[in-house]
């Protein structure tokens, strides 16, 4: 799942500080998981942006809120159209997809993001998300024993442990764990040790083009479905 | 698709739930109740203080609460869940609490005649009585004939006075007669043709179970020998039978406990039970038999009589010792007599307490089945004659209070359907009953409190007299009692299923390890199992679930709305919200003065538990103009575990945004107690006048700006 913070009331308040009617717009799916941009934060803002204006002075604004299931999926943004007849900007609390989506979709519409979007992650606890996959395109996790050195190593060596690992815990931060020391652990449960012997070679990372598209289509000449 | 939230800046602050389905289930108490009282409703209300309230839906669900609340057997306290977790809520010590502090015999009971049918009813117990009360309120013409001098039917000369004080029941029996309810006593009714002949369309037959039955052995007749329910009559209808120093009353049940406590009180040395049974079989309710044993009277178990000898100047009664034996068909071990284990004790006196059947005058021509009694179709309450109707003990044998009221109850609306030429109508497919036992996970985080007993009298001021045994709660008590209960069935739901983003919020916080994934990985919240604490509400970042009453969602924000309407008039001190908890401490206890505006510019948004209260609704608060906002719970004294970590942890969030909506941070703050005889007057005190200093400095420095 995609992981986000909400941004700084503060810095929200400054961004749609131009504009008059704002849709604040909440996503269902990762941004509700994480907490940042469900209908519930999206609900709290909007309280919260109302109250600012009465109590601060803070522009004239006229505030609708929605949620949308989804904002990475156009169909879902063809909700919107009657919503944003009347709006000015929207401010998506779905994550940078959502609004990029959003622009996408409604080329003349300006859209704000309300969260910054941190990682792929997981809920560690109630309240608790960590990062777990860097996207990098070339997953090597059969390797490493199902644990991410890119992400998860604060330098991303890909033959770890460096000289830096302290009973388990990583220099850079006494809190965070080794990666390396996970994965060696992990290998020795697995009995696989001996992939620990083994070299890996430096990835060019460059060579891998951006933006990524995947394309997936049924090989008709072959005459069979595509799975 | 989304039901889609409407612009709140339109329709606040009346809230945007759409529909608003009652999905809340019947909890075990109601389901037990013959009357299906919403006990699990008023109690809340009492454990909110709210005894007017909760009286009002005593008085809906029961025609006499105030008898009730003396001999009920209370069979939704057996039912009662919390027993899972340590004792059943105190239901009928409560009711007892409510209408005595409400007032109930004050309330009276109007009834206008729109029908011109008369109905009679023969027999004035608790069935012919509630079935007049429901006639004469649907508007029919009502005659009661009764043929004792006096109204009650068993309530008047069954139950002893103690039990049941005499003005209780003469109260209720005047509100019948203020409603215009036609009595007659000294009647007994001998012929049903007579009655239509006086032009009564319809007759209900409740005449009771007061043929007492033989104990079928030698010497019965003899004089010195009474049958139970006679003994009780006589005593209650002010007659003083001599029983001399040693009375010996045979049986098990609620009437030869009676017996034996009225023959005490009326000055007998020695009184003994003859029980052929062990206590554990003994059908009279254990608290009445711990009531007499404590009053000094001796019971006997596993004996049983077999001869009774008349001497010169007493009774030489003749016993076996039994043993137990094989269960019979109702699963109840039978006694067996021990060989040659006979023995003999005098006594002056013998109460035969060994059962009631209804005697039902053969004249009356309703045909009548197993232990003589009036056979009805259980749907109509019709016998076999049209246009009688029977119901009570003369239908069911002896029975109880409850019963026989809602047989009158059935009775009143079946007579109705048969007068007005309608079907009767099929129940209606009401709400689903809760079934199912909590769970051992739940049932540990239940915070486990001791329940709480009605005081009784002392000792000696007992057996001289028949003043009544059992007191009423005080306040505090009353409240306490009431807090113990679960709310079994009136949780929360996932209202909406496609919002729900399976992001596990609620499985993590709830205290009670409700909610849990099904097998298809959808979550699913229990609504056996559910406590109703609202956390998850509150935390749902989906919002997508609710509690299960409509009337609970809408609370808050209808709190709100009506502090707006009422301080548009009073301008002056800056207006403070507080949500505090109306259970306990803020909504009864050292706090309850700050009710409804007794402190001047302080309102209270009563919150049944703070753990209920969103951030969103803090900051609506703010917004309706609240200067200063806070937050009370009752901390360490909440009937509930781990609510408030959650609660100061929303109050945080709001704090954090408070500061650049232009609000000092100061003006929001969170109380709980941490010991139970903590006065948090004085905190808030020093909050009020925080906040009264902040609007202060504000509006100076708003001055000195323009
Ligand atoms: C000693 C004792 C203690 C009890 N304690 C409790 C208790 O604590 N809690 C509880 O729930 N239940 C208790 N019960 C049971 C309860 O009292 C009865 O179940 C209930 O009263 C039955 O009501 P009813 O209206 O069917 O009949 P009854 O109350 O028996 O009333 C029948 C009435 O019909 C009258 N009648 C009979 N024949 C005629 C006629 N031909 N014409 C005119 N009138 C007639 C009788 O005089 C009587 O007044 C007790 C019973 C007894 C005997
Ligand atoms: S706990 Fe309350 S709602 Fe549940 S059965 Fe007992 S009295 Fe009824
Ligand atoms: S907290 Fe709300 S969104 Fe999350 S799983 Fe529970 S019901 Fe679904
Ligand atoms: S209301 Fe409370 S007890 Fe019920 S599921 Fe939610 S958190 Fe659990």
Redesign the pocket.
């Known amino acids: 799942m995609i992981v986000a913070e909400q941004k700084p009331f503060e810095e929200i308040k400054q961004m749609i500080s131009p504009y008059g009617r704002v849709l604040i717009l909440g996503c269902g799916t990762c941004m ?1 998981v994480c907490d940042a941009g469900g209908e519930r934060e999206v609900s709290f803002l909007h309280s919260a942006l109302r109250l600012a204006q009465t109590k601060s002075g803070n522009g004239t604004h006229s505030f609708s809120e929605y949620t949308l299931k989804r904002q990475c999926d156009p169909e879902f943004l063809d909700l919107l159209v009657d919503k944003i007849a009347d709006v000015d900007v929207v401010l998506s609390l779905g994550c940078g997809i959502g609004v990029q989506a959003i622009a996408e979709r409604f080329p003349d519409l300006p859209v704000l993001p309300g969260v910054n979007t941190s990682f792929m992650g997981m809920t560690k606890e109630s309240g608790v998300w960590d990062e777990r996959c860097a996207a990098c395109g070339d997953c090597r996790l059969d390797e490493t024993a199902g644990i991410c050195p890119i992400t998860r190593c604060t330098k991303g060596i890909l033959n770890g442990p460096c000289a830096g690992t302290k009973n388990g815990k990583c220099e850079a931060n006494k809190d965070m764990d080794c990666a390396w020391i996970l994965i060696y652990q992990r290998l020795e449960t697995l009995h696989q040790l001996e992939r620990m012997r083994r070299y890996y070679p430096p990835r060019n990372f460059r060579t891998i083009p951006r933006p990524k598209r995947i394309l997936r289509q049924a090989s008709i000449n072959a005459g069979g479905s595509d799975d | 698709m989304y039901a889609p939230v409407n612009d709140k800046a339109q329709d606040y602050p009346t809230g945007h739930e759409k529909k608003s389905p009652d999905h809340s289930l019947v909890p075990p108490c109601q389901t037990a109740c013959p009357l299906h009282m919403d006990i699990r409703e008023y109690v809340d209300l009492v454990a909110q203080g709210r005894i007017m309230e909760a009286l009002q839906v005593i008085r809906t669900g029961n025609p006499f609460p105030s008898i009730c609340a003396y001999v009920c057997t209370h069979p939704c306290e057996d039912a009662c869940r919390r027993s899972q977790v340590d004792k059943p809520i105190a239901i009928r010590a409560l009711k007892r609490f409510a209408v005595e502090f409400g007032g109930d015999r004050m309330v009276q009971a109007e009834a206008e005649t729109t029908h011109q049918e008369k109905v009679a009813i023969v027999g004035s117990g608790p069935a012919g009585l509630a079935c007049a009360y429901y006639l004469r309120r649907l508007g029919y013409q009502v005659t009661i004939f009764e043929a004792h001098s006096e109204l009650g039917g068993m309530l008047r000369i069954g139950i002893p006075q103690y039990r049941l004080p005499r003005e209780v029941l003469d109260t209720e029996v005047e509100r019948l007669t203020r409603m215009g309810v036609e009595i007659r006593t000294n009647t007994r009714v001998v012929s049903l043709d007579l009655i239509f002949e006086l032009g009564y369309r319809a007759i209900f037959i409740t005449v009771g179970a007061h043929q007492s039955l033989r104990m079928g052995i030698e010497g019965e007749e003899s004089p010195g020998v009474i049958d139970g329910a006679t003994f009780l009559r006589e005593v209650n209808l002010g007659l003083k039978p001599s029983l001399g120093k040693r009375v010996a009353v045979v049986g098990g049940g609620n009437v030869a406990i009676d017996a034996a406590r009225t023959a005490a009180r009326l000055g007998t040395k020695q009184v003994t039970i003859l029980y052929r049974r062990s206590r554990a079989e003994m059908p009279a309710s254990p608290g009445e038999v711990e009531q007499a044993l404590e009053e000094g009277i001796e019971i006997q178990y596993l004996v049983s009589p077999t001869r009774i000898e008349r001497g010169k100047a007493r009774l030489t009664v003749t016993s076996v010792r039994m043993e137990l034996g094989e269960p019979d068909a109702r699963g109840r071990r039978q006694p067996v007599p021990i060989k040659d284990s006979e023995f003999s004790e005098e006594f002056d006196t013998l109460i035969a307490a060994v059962g009631q059947a209804p005697q039902t005058t053969s004249d009356f021509r309703v045909r009548t089945g197993k232990g003589s009694t009036i056979q009805v179709d259980p749907v109509t309450l019709t016998t076999n004659r049209a246009g009688v109707f029977a119901g009570g003990d003369a239908v069911t044998g002896p029975a109880t209070v409850t019963e026989a009221l809602a047989a009158g109850r059935l009775a009143a609306s079946r007579i109705d359907d048969y007068l007005q030429h309608r079907y009767p109508l099929p129940d209606k497919a009401g709400r689903d009953r809760l079934t199912g036992d909590l769970l051992p996970e739940t049932i540990e985080m239940v915070r486990k409190i001791g329940r709480v007993e009605p005081p009784v009298l002392p000792l000696e001021a007992r057996a001289k007299d028949f003043v009544p045994v059992e007191l009423v709660y005080g306040w505090e008590e009353a409240v306490n009692e009431a807090r113990r209960c679960l709310r079994c069935g009136v949780g929360v739901e ?1 209202l909406f299923q496609d ?9 993590r916080v709830c205290p009670y390890h409700v ?1 849990y994934l099904d097998a298809h990985g959808t ?1 699913q919240i229990p609504a056996d199992q559910c406590q109703a604490c609202g956390i ?1 509400v509150a ?4 919002k ?2 609710v509690l299960r009453k409509p009337f609970d969602r809408r609370h808050v924000t209808e709190e709100l709305s009506h502090i707006i309407r009422s301080t548009a008039e009073s301008k002056g001190k800056p207006l403070i919200v507080g949500f505090c908890c109306q259970y306990g401490l803020f909504g009864t206890g050292t706090l309850a003065g700050l009710w409804r505006g007794a402190k001047a510019g302080v309102w209270i948004v009563p919150v049944l538990c703070i753990a209920k209260v969103e951030a969103d609704h803090i900051l609506q608060a703010f917004e309706i103009g609240a200067e200063g906002v806070f937050v009370a719970g009752c901390g360490q004294q909440c009937a509930r575990e781990n609510t408030t970590d959650r609660v100061y942890q929303r109050v945080e969030k709001v704090k954090k945004v408070l500061a650049p909506i232009g609000l000092e941070p100061e003006r929001l703050q969170a109380f709980a107690l941490e010991t139970t005889d903590e006065d948090p007057t004085e905190a808030l005190d020093r909050f009020v006048e925080k906040v009264s200093s902040l609007c202060l400095a504000s509006v100076i420095s708003q001055e000195v700006k323009s």
């Open positions: 509700t | 996932i919002k729900c983003a399976t992001c596990l919020t609620c499985l909610p979550i998850c935390e749902c970042p989906a997508a679930i």
